[in-house]
Protein backbone atom coordinates (compact mmCIF):
# COMPACT_ATOMS: atom_id res chain seq x y z
CA UNK A 1 0.00 0.00 0.00
CA UNK A 2 1.34 3.39 -0.75
CA UNK A 3 2.77 5.16 2.02
CA UNK A 4 1.58 9.15 2.01
CA UNK A 5 4.31 11.92 2.33
CA UNK A 6 4.04 15.10 3.41
CA UNK A 7 5.44 17.91 1.58
CA UNK A 8 7.79 20.05 3.27
CA UNK A 9 6.33 23.79 2.93
CA UNK A 10 9.15 26.10 3.62
CA UNK A 11 7.69 29.18 5.81
CA UNK A 12 8.07 32.85 4.63
CA UNK A 13 10.89 33.30 6.46
CA UNK A 14 12.73 30.28 4.90
CA UNK A 15 11.47 31.00 1.40
CA UNK A 16 13.56 34.98 1.45
CA UNK A 17 16.33 32.94 2.24
CA UNK A 18 17.76 35.97 3.96
CA UNK A 19 17.27 34.83 7.55
CA UNK A 20 18.63 31.35 6.46
CA UNK A 21 21.97 32.71 5.03
CA UNK A 22 22.44 34.62 7.84
CA UNK A 23 22.25 31.90 9.93
CA UNK A 24 24.24 30.16 7.79
CA UNK A 25 27.35 32.97 8.55
CA UNK A 26 26.76 33.02 11.78
CA UNK A 27 27.38 29.00 12.04
CA UNK A 28 30.12 29.47 9.68
CA UNK A 29 31.44 32.36 11.75
CA UNK A 30 30.95 30.50 15.51
CA UNK A 31 32.85 27.81 14.20
CA UNK A 32 35.75 30.01 12.62
CA UNK A 33 36.14 31.58 15.74
CA UNK A 34 36.06 28.87 17.54
CA UNK A 35 39.06 27.67 15.80
CA UNK A 36 41.10 30.84 15.54
CA UNK A 37 41.04 31.57 19.84
CA UNK A 38 39.41 28.19 21.54
CA UNK A 39 38.86 24.35 21.11
CA UNK A 40 40.61 23.16 17.63
CA UNK A 41 38.62 20.59 16.42
CA UNK A 42 39.38 21.40 12.94
CA UNK A 43 39.58 18.05 10.94
CA UNK A 44 42.38 19.46 8.18
CA UNK A 45 45.81 17.76 8.28
CA UNK A 46 49.02 18.91 7.37
CA UNK A 47 49.18 16.59 4.44
CA UNK A 48 52.38 15.44 3.29
CA UNK A 49 53.99 15.94 6.88
CA UNK A 50 51.27 14.31 8.88
CA UNK A 51 49.66 11.62 7.18
CA UNK A 52 45.69 10.59 8.63
CA UNK A 53 45.78 6.70 10.00
CA UNK A 54 44.36 4.19 8.14
CA UNK A 55 41.30 2.35 8.96
CA UNK A 56 42.57 -1.53 10.21
CA UNK A 57 40.56 -2.77 7.41
CA UNK A 58 42.80 -0.97 4.99
CA UNK A 59 44.72 -3.61 2.64
CA UNK A 60 46.44 -1.78 0.34
CA UNK A 61 48.06 -1.92 -3.16
CA UNK A 62 48.20 -5.53 -5.17
CA UNK A 63 51.55 -7.19 -4.80
CA UNK A 64 52.62 -10.73 -5.64
CA UNK A 65 54.20 -13.14 -3.81
CA UNK A 66 57.57 -15.57 -4.57
CA UNK A 67 58.69 -18.80 -4.56
CA UNK A 68 60.78 -20.44 -1.24
CA UNK A 69 63.84 -19.64 -3.70
CA UNK A 70 62.94 -16.07 -4.91
CA UNK A 71 60.90 -16.99 -8.07
CA UNK A 72 57.65 -15.38 -8.58
CA UNK A 73 54.51 -17.86 -7.29
CA UNK A 74 52.48 -16.72 -10.51
CA UNK A 75 51.73 -19.61 -13.06
CA UNK A 76 50.19 -16.86 -15.66
CA UNK A 77 47.20 -18.77 -15.31
CA UNK A 78 45.09 -15.98 -16.50
CA UNK A 79 42.03 -16.52 -13.77
CA UNK A 80 42.86 -13.24 -12.35
CA UNK A 81 42.53 -11.34 -15.39
CA UNK A 82 39.80 -12.94 -16.33
CA UNK A 83 38.23 -12.55 -13.32
CA UNK A 84 38.52 -8.77 -13.30
CA UNK A 85 35.73 -6.79 -14.20
CA UNK A 86 37.68 -3.83 -15.04
CA UNK A 87 40.00 -5.23 -17.72
CA UNK A 88 42.84 -3.92 -16.20
CA UNK A 89 45.18 -6.80 -15.80
CA UNK A 90 47.84 -7.93 -18.48
CA UNK A 91 49.66 -11.01 -18.43
CA UNK A 92 52.17 -12.49 -21.05
CA UNK A 93 52.98 -16.40 -19.99
CA UNK A 94 55.98 -17.56 -21.42
CA UNK A 95 57.00 -21.11 -20.66
CA UNK A 96 59.28 -22.14 -17.36
CA UNK A 97 63.18 -23.71 -17.63
CA UNK A 98 61.84 -25.13 -14.57
CA UNK A 99 60.55 -28.90 -15.33
CA UNK A 100 58.05 -28.68 -12.47
CA UNK A 101 56.85 -25.36 -13.24
CA UNK A 102 54.89 -24.91 -16.46
CA UNK A 103 54.73 -21.42 -17.05
CA UNK A 104 55.78 -18.00 -15.62
CA UNK A 105 54.51 -14.83 -16.46
CA UNK A 106 57.07 -12.79 -18.86
CA UNK A 107 54.79 -9.89 -18.11
CA UNK A 108 52.54 -8.76 -15.30
CA UNK A 109 50.67 -5.80 -15.42
CA UNK A 110 48.00 -4.02 -13.58
CA UNK A 111 46.51 -0.40 -14.71
CA UNK A 112 45.97 1.11 -11.58
CA UNK A 113 44.03 3.71 -13.41
CA UNK A 114 41.51 1.16 -14.48
CA UNK A 115 41.54 -0.82 -11.40
CA UNK A 116 38.41 -0.58 -8.77
CA UNK A 117 39.76 -2.64 -5.83
CA UNK A 118 37.41 -5.02 -5.92
CA UNK A 119 39.92 -8.22 -4.77
CA UNK A 120 38.41 -10.28 -7.31
CA UNK A 121 41.67 -11.00 -8.81
CA UNK A 122 43.22 -12.24 -4.96
CA UNK A 123 40.02 -14.65 -4.38
CA UNK A 124 40.28 -15.71 -8.25
CA UNK A 125 44.18 -16.84 -7.85
CA UNK A 126 43.94 -20.85 -6.69
CA UNK A 127 47.99 -20.84 -5.41
CA UNK A 128 48.51 -17.49 -3.13
CA UNK A 129 50.47 -15.64 -5.95
CA UNK A 130 48.63 -12.23 -6.18
CA UNK A 131 47.61 -10.49 -2.64
CA UNK A 132 46.33 -6.98 -2.05
CA UNK A 133 47.52 -6.91 1.64
CA UNK A 134 50.23 -4.53 1.20
CA UNK A 135 48.83 -1.86 3.58
CA UNK A 136 50.59 0.12 0.95
CA UNK A 137 48.53 3.20 -0.70
CA UNK A 138 48.64 3.61 -4.49
CA UNK A 139 50.72 6.76 -5.56
CA UNK A 140 49.81 9.51 -7.09
CA UNK A 141 51.98 10.25 -10.72
CA UNK A 142 52.44 13.00 -13.03
CA UNK A 143 51.19 10.46 -15.64
CA UNK A 144 48.75 8.04 -16.72
CA UNK A 145 51.96 5.36 -17.74
CA UNK A 146 53.66 5.66 -14.12
CA UNK A 147 50.45 4.06 -13.12
CA UNK A 148 50.40 1.01 -15.06
CA UNK A 149 52.35 -1.13 -12.09
CA UNK A 150 54.53 -4.04 -13.96
CA UNK A 151 56.47 -7.37 -12.33
CA UNK A 152 58.94 -5.19 -10.63
CA UNK A 153 56.74 -2.95 -9.11
CA UNK A 154 54.11 -5.55 -7.61
CA UNK A 155 57.18 -7.86 -6.65
CA UNK A 156 58.57 -4.74 -4.64
CA UNK A 157 55.99 -5.58 -1.60
CA UNK A 158 56.69 -9.28 -1.72
CA UNK A 159 55.99 -11.45 0.20
CA UNK A 160 56.70 -14.99 0.41
CA UNK A 161 53.55 -17.23 -0.38
CA UNK A 162 52.25 -19.74 2.47
CA UNK A 163 50.79 -21.76 0.03
CA UNK A 164 52.41 -25.08 -1.59
CA UNK A 165 51.59 -26.55 -4.60
CA UNK A 166 48.39 -28.36 -4.41
CA UNK A 167 46.06 -26.40 -1.74
CA UNK A 168 47.93 -26.90 1.68
CA UNK A 169 49.01 -23.62 3.50
CA UNK A 170 52.41 -23.75 5.89
CA UNK A 171 51.73 -22.77 9.56
CA UNK A 172 53.50 -19.88 8.71
CA UNK A 173 54.20 -16.93 6.59
CA UNK A 174 57.38 -14.54 6.22
CA UNK A 175 57.86 -11.52 4.70
CA UNK A 176 59.62 -11.03 1.36
CA UNK A 177 62.77 -8.53 0.65
CA UNK A 178 62.12 -5.66 -1.82
CA UNK A 179 63.30 -6.25 -5.20
CA UNK A 180 64.67 -3.45 -7.47
CA UNK A 181 63.27 -2.27 -10.68
CA UNK A 182 64.03 -2.79 -14.33
CA UNK A 183 61.82 -5.33 -15.34
CA UNK A 184 58.43 -5.38 -16.61
S1 LIG B 1 41.23 -5.44 -7.63
FE1 LIG B 1 39.53 -5.90 -9.06
S2 LIG B 1 39.71 -4.35 -10.65
FE2 LIG B 1 41.67 -4.35 -9.55
S3 LIG B 1 42.99 -5.74 -10.70
FE3 LIG B 1 41.99 -6.95 -9.09
S4 LIG B 1 40.15 -7.81 -10.08
FE4 LIG B 1 40.88 -6.11 -11.36
S1 LIG C 1 48.26 -14.22 -10.18
FE1 LIG C 1 47.26 -16.19 -9.70
S2 LIG C 1 45.37 -16.16 -10.93
FE2 LIG C 1 46.69 -14.55 -11.76
S3 LIG C 1 47.78 -15.58 -13.44
FE3 LIG C 1 49.08 -15.71 -11.61
S4 LIG C 1 48.57 -17.71 -10.71
FE4 LIG C 1 46.92 -17.21 -12.14
Known amino acids: MAKLVNRFEPAFMEQSYVF ?13 LRNLFGRRDVVTV ?15 R ?5 RDDG ?26 SDHDIEKYPS ?10 YCGFCEEACPC ?9 HSV ?25 QGGEFRASSHEGTA ?3 GEH
Open 140 to 164: PTGNRRDQKFGKINLLELAKLSTAS
Open 46 to 60: QYPEVKHPYTPRFRG
Open 179 to 181: HGR
Open 107 to 116: TFEIDLLKCI
Open 62 to 66: HLLTK
Open 20 to 32: EAVKGMAITSRQF
Open 128 to 136: DAIRMDSGV
Open 71 to 96: QVRCVACMLCATACPANCITIVAAES
